[in-house]
């Protein structure tokens, strides 16, 4: 009896032992999951802290760049222009009110006065007709808001370009420079072989000097593309206000030459259409012309209508209480007589001819731009091309002149001048893709065709 009950006791302990052992290992699981996925976020935060987003980076800088803020200011103040301006259109209200001592001697005993004299006045002025001033000054008001509004379009657009620009150069240097890197680190593994080679009896002198001759030329290539991406750092902080930590998150950006127009005939017709600078221009040509308008109208005279009430208390010499009304038009006109008038009028016109002529000369200058960046396009697209080939027969040569090399059959200069070719050949190929992206949004911009919507990531 006693041994059933010890065995009843004992089975008891173990099952309650291996059901805390399995409670125990589900929370120990449970941990390790949640210790993973801390794990995993803490990475993927600190992954996306350090990415850097294109395209919300320019959002950003859109909105809040130095040079838009004050255009936005520039817009608001136009618009308070215009409800400054179309105040002639409203009556206006004076009010005036006197208070002092007046003293008047009159010819004749007992005639003078000495008074403390009050007025008060009120006045509603409203213009009948100014010959269409009022409304050449409105128009003048709205087209400064027109214009603002079409500088703000193409500061956007500039800075646009600017910051697509300072992107691509920042990658631009950067792979210089880890191009640099790799041949000095290339050259050096090379330098301590042919010493390796001469501590052993079995190498040149000479070849060790020349492969540190080499390594000193790579250093120098290396620390002078250095600086190139310390230049574009300064550029992209400045439209940026900020620099990523990672530089290899920086990817390159898809092309948009399929979206520019085929022919350069066809180019030439949207940039004199869309173009933002030529578009602000053109209203700046707008506002000169109403100018003439307005000056016009100053030539002649203004009918006014006003109507003014006067309260009086021992004023003028007059003893006592004194009420004055009228309602009247005014008739003025203003003439200088040595007819100054009439020359700013001409000089409005001149004013319009010499902005037509502006235009014009910025229209040439706009499309030989565009021709300018066509052919630089055409001529980095074809560059690209043969450079990225050569870069890709160099490392070919490379990796068989190391091989060739090792079986002695190679000079050491060989293996050099390889690895200098290579190095300069991939920053050649890069700076060449660079190049062809940047035309084509220049040419984008020049069209005003440049969104934020042409930007796209090449993945991989």
Same mark, same amino acid.
Request: glycine share 6%; charged share 25%; no cysteine.
């Given at each position: 009896?006693?041994?059933?009950?010890?065995?009843?006791?004992?089975?008891?302990?173990?099952?309650?032992?291996?059901?805390?052992?399995?409670?125990?290992?589900?929370?120990?699981?449970?941990?390790?999951?949640?210790?993973?996925?801390?794990?995993?976020?803490?990475?993927?935060?600190?992954?996306?802290?350090?990415?850097?987003?294109?395209?919300?980076?320019?959002?950003?800088?859109?909105?809040?760049?130095?040079?838009? =803020?004050?255009? /936005? *200011?520039?817009?608001?103040? #136009?618009?308070? !222009?215009?409800? %400054?301006?179309? @105040?002639?259109?409203?009556?206006?209200?004076?009010?005036?009110?006197?208070?002092?001592?007046?003293?008047?001697?009159?010819?004749?005993?007992?005639?003078?006065?000495?008074?403390?004299?009050?007025?008060?006045?009120?006045?509603?002025?409203?213009?009948?007709?100014?010959?269409?001033?009022?409304?050449?000054?409105?128009?003048?008001?709205?087209?400064?808001?027109?214009?603002?509004?079409?500088?703000?379009?193409?500061?956007?657009?500039?800075?646009?370009?600017?910051?697509?620009?300072?992107?691509?150069?920042?990658?631009?240097?950067?792979?210089?420079?880890?191009?640099?890197?790799?041949?000095?680190?290339?050259?050096?593994?090379?330098?301590?072989?042919?010493?390796?080679?001469?501590?052993?009896?079995?190498?040149?002198?000479?070849?060790? =000097?020349?492969? /540190? *001759?080499?390594?000193?030329? #790579?250093?120098? !290539?290396?620390? %002078?593309?250095? @600086?190139?991406?310390?230049?574009?750092?300064?550029?992209?902080?400045?439209?940026?206000?900020?620099?990523?930590?990672?530089?290899?998150?920086?990817?390159?950006?898809?092309?948009?030459?399929?979206?520019?127009?085929?022919?350069?005939?066809?180019?030439?017709?949207?940039?004199?259409?869309?173009?933002?600078?030529?578009?602000?221009?053109?209203?700046?040509?707008?506002?000169?012309?109403?100018?003439?308008?307005?000056?016009?109208?100053?030539?002649?005279?203004?009918?006014?209508?006003?109507?003014?009430?006067?309260?009086?208390?021992?004023?003028?010499?007059?003893?006592?209480?004194?009420?004055?009304?009228?309602?009247?038009?005014?008739?003025?006109?203003?003439?200088?007589?040595?007819?100054?008038?009439?020359?700013?009028?001409?000089?409005?016109?001149?004013?319009?001819?010499?902005?037509?002529?502006?235009?014009?000369?910025?229209?040439?200058?706009?499309?030989?731009?565009?021709?300018?960046?066509?052919?630089?396009?055409?001529?980095?697209?074809?560059?690209?091309?043969?450079?990225?080939?050569?870069?890709?027969?160099?490392?070919?040569?490379?990796?068989?002149?190391?091989?060739?090399?090792?079986?002695?059959?190679?000079?050491?200069?060989?293996?050099?001048?390889?690895?200098?070719?290579?190095?300069?050949?991939?920053?050649?190929?890069?700076?060449?893709?660079?190049?062809?992206?940047?035309?084509?949004?220049?040419?984008?911009?020049?069209?005003?065709?440049?969104?934020?919507?042409?930007?796209?990531?090449?993945?991989?």
């Amino acid at each position: 009896m006693l041994n059933i009950l010890l065995n009843e006791t004992l089975n008891l302990y173990t099952i309650s032992f291996l059901w805390i052992s399995k409670f125990l290992a589900k929370i120990m699981v449970l941990h390790k999951g949640i210790f993973v996925l801390l794990i995993f976020l803490f990475l993927d935060a600190n992954s996306q802290e350090k990415s850097f987003n294109l395209k919300q980076s320019i959002d950003k800088v859109l909105r809040n760049h130095k040079t838009i =803020l004050a255009t /936005k *200011t520039d817009i608001e103040a #136009a618009k308070f !222009r215009i409800k %400054q301006s179309k @105040g002639g259109y409203f009556p206006s209200l004076d009010v005036t009110a006197n208070y002092g001592h007046e003293n008047i001697i009159k010819y004749g005993p007992g005639n003078n006065t000495q008074l403390a004299a009050r007025d008060a006045t009120a006045k509603i002025t409203q213009t009948l007709s100014d010959f269409g001033l009022t409304k050449s000054t409105v128009k003048t008001s709205k087209l400064s808001l027109k214009q603002t509004r079409a500088l703000e379009r193409q500061i956007k657009n500039d800075i646009l370009l600017r910051a697509l620009t300072a992107y691509l150069r920042v990658i631009q240097s950067r792979e210089s420079v880890k191009f640099a890197k790799q041949s000095v680190e290339n050259i050096k593994k090379q330098t301590e072989l042919e010493d390796a080679a001469v501590s052993a009896g079995g190498g040149l002198t000479s070849d060790v =000097l020349q492969a /540190k *001759t080499q390594l000193a030329g #790579a250093q120098a !290539r290396q620390i %002078q593309f250095e @600086g190139v991406l310390d230049a574009a750092k300064h550029e992209f902080v400045y439209v940026f206000e900020t620099f990523p930590r990672n530089l290899g998150s920086l990817k390159l950006l898809k092309s948009v030459i399929n979206k520019l127009p085929k022919t350069l005939d066809e180019a030439e017709k949207i940039v004199l259409k869309n173009n933002p600078s030529l578009i602000s221009a053109r209203v700046s040509t707008e506002i000169s012309k109403e100018a003439i308008n307005t000056a016009r109208a100053s030539l002649f005279p203004k009918i006014k209508g006003i109507i003014s009430h006067s309260e009086k208390q021992d004023f003028g010499g007059i003893v006592g209480f004194k009420r004055e009304s009228s309602a009247k038009i005014d008739f003025s006109y203003p003439l200088n007589l040595s007819f100054s008038e009439y020359a700013g009028k001409d000089a409005a016109v001149q004013s319009y001819l010499s902005n037509q002529t502006r235009i014009k000369d910025q229209e040439d200058m706009i499309t030989q731009m565009l021709r300018t960046t066509w052919d630089g396009l055409s001529t980095a697209q074809k560059n690209a091309e043969f450079l990225s080939n050569q870069a890709r027969i160099s490392g070919e040569f490379l990796e068989l002149a190391r091989t060739e090399r090792q079986a002695g059959n190679r000079t050491l200069l060989d293996v050099l001048n390889g690895e200098t070719a290579f190095i300069n050949s991939q920053s050649d190929a890069i700076a060449a893709k660079i190049e062809v992206l940047i035309n084509s949004f220049t040419l984008l911009s020049l069209m005003g065709g440049l969104t934020l919507d042409n930007i796209e990531l090449v993945q991989n």
